[in-house]
């Protein structure tokens, strides 16, 4: 066994979630005092996300973690000045589909750094994102607000190898209640579904949330149409596997295919491989009059569809793509050789060329059905899957914006995919999701119009998250911190939180 796989199997990281170690302690005590005074930030442009209108030469006034006021106005006494001529704020990013690496010192602060005031964690893994979800919540903990998913409940047998990740397994109605009842306790915001549900056990996931007062996100089942899926009540659909099966003029026969998929217990890999050449009928056999019906299913039942195109991108292109290098000092030297590991030897080993070139023209052809989801107004969550090869917390999510861009999304769209629909999803539109009076002043300020072009939303200043001001040197020290934390070893606190696209290695 070679050492960076060895590396691998003992840290238990499944999906590539790599680990970072230590503790993050690079912000002060003081400087997580929330602030009582008034914050005035002039001069800027403020972006209405929904419709895309600028109003220039605005005052955005900040008491306490809320905004007071928003429009031409004179600075109180007393409030502290930002002159910001010239720049533009939106409201706070959310990316709504993260797998944190490493500790506090890391993904927390990366996520600020970029904009993020907001992340879904998608699986519940480590009893330690809850720790994080509730102190960031109460003030004493630097990083994002954090809504977290339970553990993964899957089928039996599960695509999980148990000695890389923990996923609760179940085989019937009762164990799926069960289930359910469990991850209330635990303190899950919500249920997380994978693949292999069984139709009996994901129906009964699905009215057991209902009872406890718990929403359900994830996966479609394979044994369940997207469709059923949305008619149910499952809140969203991530990626874009089961959706494209839904929507072939073979549906039929790719349904049966898919049934078909036999795995033993934790061998996703062999699950992901045969999927692929599944995904390929359904793609060269796309439905206009299918995706009209399932697509408008989705829209009329406010069922969100979190896209994940950086993931896609990478999975699909595993020969095209690699970690942007001014990045890799954000990442441990396990973490890059973790990544390197799972592309070369889980993706890109013993395939023909017919195959690469498949996986290739699989890329192009996810693109085109975002920009269909989009032609008919199916509501979009900006969701990167970070975790996954060779996404870096926090940066991954600008790469998200331009990739919907990229498959035909407007700037604006993209922006509203990112702020007001997770706003929305979360119920918490009264509070996020727009720069307005009497909203938390979660707020990201830019030195370009991202409006103009979505690559803007990497020029940074300032990001603003419950009335604190994280200014452009503040930003810097957060980076910094990361940078040096990565350089030393990991620790028992590190986690390994578990990505969804198959990532178990070979024996």
Same mark, same amino acid.
């Given at each position: 066994?070679?050492?960076?796989?060895?590396? =691998?199997?003992?840290?238990?990281?499944?999906?590539?979630?790599?680990?970072?170690?230590?503790?993050?302690?690079?912000?002060?005590?003081?400087?997580?005092?929330r602030?009582?005074?008034?914050?005035?930030l002039?001069?800027?442009?403020?972006?209405?996300?929904?419709?895309?209108?600028?109003?220039?030469?605005?005052?955005?006034?900040?008491?306490?973690?809320?905004?007071?006021?928003?429009?031409?106005?004179?600075?109180?006494?007393?409030?502290?000045?930002?002159?910001?001529?010239?720049?533009?704020?939106?409201?706070?990013?959310a990316?709504?589909h993260?797998?944190?690496?490493?500790?506090?010192?890391?993904?927390?602060?990366?996520?600020?750094?970029?904009?993020?005031?907001?992340?879904?964690?998608?699986?519940?893994?480590?009893?330690?994102?809850?720790?994080?979800?509730?102190?960031?919540?109460?003030?004493?903990?630097?990083?994002?607000?954090?809504?977290?998913?339970?553990?993964?409940?899957?089928?039996?047998?599960?695509?999980?190898?148990?000695?890389l990740?923990?996923?609760?397994?179940?085989?019937?109605?009762?164990?799926?209640?069960?289930?359910?009842?469990?991850?209330?306790?635990?303190?899950?915001?919500?249920?997380?579904?994978?693949?292999?549900?069984?139709?009996?056990?994901?129906?009964?996931?699905?009215?057991?949330?209902?009872?406890?007062?718990?929403?359900?996100?994830?996966?479609?089942p394979?044994?369940?149409?997207?469709?059923?899926v949305?008619q149910?009540?499952?809140?969203?659909?991530?990626?874009?596997?089961? %959706?494209?099966?839904?929507?072939?003029?073979?549906?039929?026969?790719?349904?049966?295919?898919v049934?078909?998929?036999?795995?033993?217990?934790?061998?996703?890999?062999?699950?992901?491989?045969?999927?692929?050449?599944?995904?390929?009928?359904a793609?060269?056999?796309?439905?206009?009059?299918?995706?009209?019906?399932?697509f408008?299913?989705l829209?009329?039942n406010?069922?969100?569809?979190?896209?994940?195109?950086?993931m896609?991108?990478?999975?699909?292109?595993?020969?095209?793509?690699?970690?942007?290098?001014?990045?890799?000092?954000?990442?441990?030297e396990?973490?890059?050789?973790?990544?390197?590991?799972?592309?070369?030897?889980?993706y890109a080993?013993?395939?023909?060329?017919?195959?690469?070139?498949?996986?290739?023209?699989?890329?192009?052809?996810r693109?085109? =059905?975002?920009?269909?989801?989009i032609?008919?107004d199916?509501?979009?969550?900006?969701?990167?899957?970070?975790?996954?090869?060779?996404?870096?917390?926090? =940066?991954?999510?600008?790469?998200?914006?331009?990739?919907?861009?990229?498959?035909?999304?407007?700037?604006?769209?993209?922006?509203?995919?990112?702020?007001a629909?997770p706003?929305?999803f979360?119920?918490?539109s009264?509070?996020?999701?727009?720069?307005?009076?009497?909203?938390?002043?979660?707020?990201?300020?830019?030195?370009?119009?991202? %409006?103009?072009?979505?690559?803007?939303?990497?020029?940074?200043?300032?990001?603003?998250?419950?009335?604190?001001?994280?200014?452009?040197a503040d930003?810097?020290?957060? %980076?910094?911190?990361?940078?040096?934390?990565?350089?030393?070893?990991?620790?028992?606190?590190?986690?390994?939180?578990?990505?969804?696209?198959?990532?178990?290695?070979?024996r």
């Amino acid at each position: 066994m070679n050492s960076s796989r060895r590396q =691998f199997l003992a840290r238990g990281a499944a999906g590539a979630a790599v680990l970072a170690g230590g503790s993050f302690t690079a912000t002060s005590a003081s400087a997580l005092v929330r602030p009582t005074r008034i914050t005035a930030l002039t001069n800027v442009t403020v972006i209405d996300v929904a419709s895309g209108r600028r109003d220039r030469h605005q005052t955005v006034l900040i008491g306490g973690e809320r905004i007071i006021g928003v429009g031409r106005l004179p600075v109180p006494r007393g409030a502290v000045e930002i002159d910001l001529a010239g720049k533009y704020v939106i409201p706070g990013l959310a990316d709504m589909h993260v797998h944190s690496l490493g500790d506090e010192r890391v993904s927390p602060p990366l996520y600020l750094a970029n904009g993020l005031t907001t992340v879904r964690e998608m699986a519940g893994t480590n009893p330690m994102l809850y720790d994080w979800r509730d102190r960031t919540a109460a003030g004493s903990l630097l990083g994002p607000r954090m809504v977290v998913a339970s553990n993964i409940i899957d089928g039996d047998p599960t695509l999980w190898d148990p000695n890389l990740i923990q996923v609760i397994v179940v085989d019937d109605a009762d164990a799926a209640r069960a289930a359910v009842r469990r991850v209330k306790g635990e303190g899950a915001d919500f249920v997380k579904v994978y693949s292999r549900l069984s139709r009996t056990a994901w129906l009964a996931v699905i009215d057991e949330a209902r009872k406890v007062g718990l929403t359900v996100h994830g996966h479609g089942p394979d044994e369940v149409t997207s469709k059923e899926v949305s008619q149910a009540g499952q809140r969203s659909i991530e990626h874009i596997h089961s %959706l494209g099966l839904a929507v072939s003029t073979r549906e039929a026969e790719v349904r049966r295919l898919v049934l078909a998929i036999k795995v033993a217990n934790g061998d996703y890999n062999s699950w992901f491989r045969q999927l692929h050449p599944i995904e390929w009928i359904a793609a060269n056999t796309y439905s206009p009059s299918r995706a009209a019906d399932v697509f408008g299913t989705l829209r009329r039942n406010n069922t969100r569809v979190t896209p994940t195109l950086t993931m896609h991108n990478v999975l699909d292109q595993v020969d095209y793509t690699r970690l942007d290098p001014n990045l890799a000092k954000y990442m441990s030297e396990d973490s890059i050789g973790t990544y390197d590991y799972v592309i070369q030897n889980l993706y890109a080993a013993n395939r023909g060329a017919e195959e690469i070139s498949h996986q290739h023209e699989m890329w192009a052809w996810r693109q085109r =059905f975002v920009r269909e989801l989009i032609a008919h107004d199916v509501p979009l969550m900006a969701g990167t899957d970070t975790g996954t090869p060779y996404s870096v917390p926090g =940066f991954a999510l600008h790469d998200e914006l331009e990739h919907l861009v990229g498959a035909g999304a407007t700037p604006r769209q993209a922006l509203y995919a990112a702020t007001a629909e997770p706003a929305e999803f979360l119920g918490m539109s009264a509070d996020l999701g727009s720069v307005e009076p009497r909203k938390i002043a979660d707020l990201v300020v830019l030195d370009a119009d991202p %409006l103009t072009d979505i690559r803007n939303s990497r020029k940074i200043h300032t990001v603003v998250t419950r009335g604190r001001v994280i200014s452009s040197a503040d930003r810097q020290k957060l %980076l910094a911190g990361v940078e040096a934390a990565v350089k030393e070893p990991p620790t028992a606190a590190s986690i390994a939180a578990g990505g969804c696209c198959g990532t178990k290695p070979r024996r």
